[in-house]
């Protein structure tokens, strides 16, 4: 997976999220305007199978009930709270994603990006959660109230446009101007269980 396109993917969602309920923070007293609460873009439960682990390079080669294979790395600092998994254990998983944006106080901090797990190794079906907070700011270089379009710069210095296809979006998108800066958090959670596991 390209990581730098898999960002800057969700990057643009999170852009185009970002109008949700954005009258509400135009009335009174001036304000940035936020996305009232994350919105969920994702939410689904998998079974699959472990093909491989690499334990040395934390790389797990999943198979899907498909026979879709996916590889999963898992950096070292979260390694160590993870159950340790094995060739040939069938694993439950749920994946949710939500995304949540607000246009950035001019002169703060970029907002950080963080990362943690937790789980336990013991009994018959040991359990874990990894969690990530990507958080990133984007420049608005261009608004098209005609088109629904909103045009800015990602942190890789790449420009994309993105269509706003919602209704409460598209009059967001009318108070947007050029130059505003906008943060966006994307949240990853992925919680999995060990249903099931070889005979050692």
Same mark, same amino acid.
């Given at each position: 997976?390209?990581?730098?396109?898999?960002?800057? +993917? /969700?990057?643009?969602?999170?852009?185009?999220?970002?109008?949700?309920?954005?009258?509400?923070?135009?009335?009174?007293?001036?304000?940035?305007?936020?996305?009232?609460?994350?919105?969920?873009?994702?939410?689904?439960? *998998?079974?699959?199978?472990?093909?491989?682990? %690499?334990?040395?390079?934390?790389?797990?080669?999943?198979?899907?009930?498909?026979?879709?294979?996916?590889?999963?790395?898992? %950096?070292?600092?979260?390694?160590?709270?993870?159950? @340790?998994?094995?060739?040939?254990?069938?694993?439950?998983? +749920?994946?949710? +994603?939500?995304?949540?944006?607000?246009?950035? *106080? #001019?002169?703060?901090?970029? #907002? $950080?990006?963080?990362?943690?797990?937790?789980?336990?190794?013991?009994?018959?079906?040991?359990?874990?959660?990894?969690?990530?907070?990507?958080?990133? /700011?984007?420049?608005?270089?261009? @608004? %098209?109230?005609? +088109?629904?379009?909103?045009?800015?710069? %990602?942190?890789?210095?790449?420009? /994309? @446009?993105?269509?706003?296809?919602?209704?409460?979006?598209?009059?967001?998108?009318?108070?947007?101007?050029?130059?505003? $800066?906008?943060?966006?958090?994307?949240?990853?959670? @992925?919680?999995?269980?060990?249903?099931? /596991?070889?005979?050692?």
């Amino acid at each position: 997976m390209n990581k730098k396109l898999f960002a800057s +993917r /969700r990057v643009a969602v999170a852009l185009a999220t970002a109008v949700v309920g954005g009258a509400a923070g135009l009335s009174g007293v001036a304000m940035p305007a936020m996305a009232q609460a994350p919105v969920i873009v994702g939410n689904q439960l *998998a079974t699959a199978t472990v093909e491989s682990v %690499d334990h040395d390079a934390g790389m797990i080669l999943l198979r899907d009930k498909a026979g879709n294979l996916d590889t999963v790395r898992v %950096d070292p600092d979260l390694r160590a709270k993870l159950p @340790v998994l094995h060739a040939g254990d069938k694993i439950g998983l +749920r994946i949710v +994603r939500t995304i949540d944006a607000s246009i950035a *106080a #001019p002169g703060t901090p970029v #907002p $950080e990006s963080t990362e943690n797990a937790a789980g336990t190794r013991t009994g018959q079906h040991p359990h874990g959660m990894m969690i990530s907070f990507k958080r990133e /700011r984007v420049k608005v270089t261009g @608004v %098209d109230t005609a +088109r629904n379009q909103v045009t800015f710069v %990602d942190p890789d210095e790449i420009t /994309r @446009v993105v269509l706003v296809r919602q209704k409460p979006m598209q009059e967001f998108l009318k108070t947007l101007k050029v130059g505003d $800066e906008v943060d966006t958090t994307v949240m990853d959670a @992925v919680s999995f269980s060990v249903l099931s /596991r070889l005979p050692a």
